[in-house]
């Protein structure tokens, strides 16, 4: 497997860099939705690079797309990948734009479109690792009718593998856990697990978030093993909390 990126996805594909010799796989995206024109000229170019050597040595490109609310963020939105979809952010728009770009080169890809990835050696502005510190700040900002997806990245990876090893191609595949969770759950575990309660500031907003994983199970059965389900959320910040060396109450205590 080539790597394209040095972030936080392609650090965690390391293991994987021996396994599956005609994939590219590109980690090297717009690091912030907020990024300027030139963030996103610089990924669209960077696409554009990648297709040409990928199409010049029959490689299979493997692009990573977001499930996140950027994309599925918009009204009456079911988070389906087989239905039309109008993102409502500039970065929704940006990474969908990319995928059209893909799927017309003619290039072999699978196109991935990731939830809220969760591990260590990430950015400290992501979800989690943004929640951890506003809470242990002592206060905490809560933006009422939010939901998200969470998913571990080391589930994550193990999808990749199984993903490339079936030989799937030619597709483009939301990879979630398929539990929106209020952001108002989220914050009470991880409160729970720091043992640190914050004050906290409500922010009404109108932002559902669905993403559907009914294509993935049927493409790969196997991910039923993952352990997704209601309580999930729970399990993937307490994975979190071990690996980020996080003190606090073990799960289920207190």
Not at 49 to 74: H, K, N, Q
Not at 159 to 173: F, H, N, P, T, Y
Not at 178 to 187: D, T
Not at 191 to 210: I, K, M, N, T
Request: glycine content about 10%; some cysteine.
């Amino acid at each position: 497997m080539e790597i394209i990126g040095t972030g936080f996805i392609a650090r965690h594909l390391a293991p994987l860099a021996g396994a599956h010799p005609e994939a590219t796989v590109l980690a090297a995206g717009v690091p912030l939705p907020e990024n300027p024109d030139s963030e996103y000229a610089r990924e669209t170019a960077l696409v554009d690079e990648t297709i040409a050597r990928c199409r010049a040595d029959d490689r299979l490109l493997v692009f990573f797309s977001t499930a996140a609310v950027g994309l599925y963020g918009g009204r009456g939105c079911q988070g389906r990948e087989d239905l039309p979809i109008h993102p409502p952010t500039d970065y929704g728009r940006h990474k969908l734009a990319l995928e059209h770009r893909i799927q017309a080169s003619g290039v072999r890809h699978l196109t991935l479109r990731l939830t809220y990835v969760v591990g260590p050696h990430g950015r400290d502005d992501r979800l989690i690792p943004a929640l951890v510190q506003q809470i242990l700040s002592g206060r905490v900002t809560v933006y009422q009718g939010a939901r998200r997806d969470l998913l571990d990245v080391a589930d994550l990876i193990q999808i990749i593998d199984r993903l490339l090893a079936a030989g799937v191609s030619g597709e483009v595949i939301n990879v979630a856990s398929g539990e929106s969770v209020p952001v108002s759950l989220i914050i009470d575990h991880i409160e729970a697990r720091l043992g640190v309660f914050a004050d906290r500031r409500y922010v009404q907003v109108d932002a559902p978030h669905w993403v559907s994983v009914e294509k993935l199970r049927r493409i790969l059965p196997s991910v039923a093993d993952l352990g997704f389900g209601p309580t999930y959320y729970q399990e993937v910040i307490d994975r979190y909390f071990e690996r980020a060396g996080l003190v606090g109450p073990a799960p289920g205590d207190g």
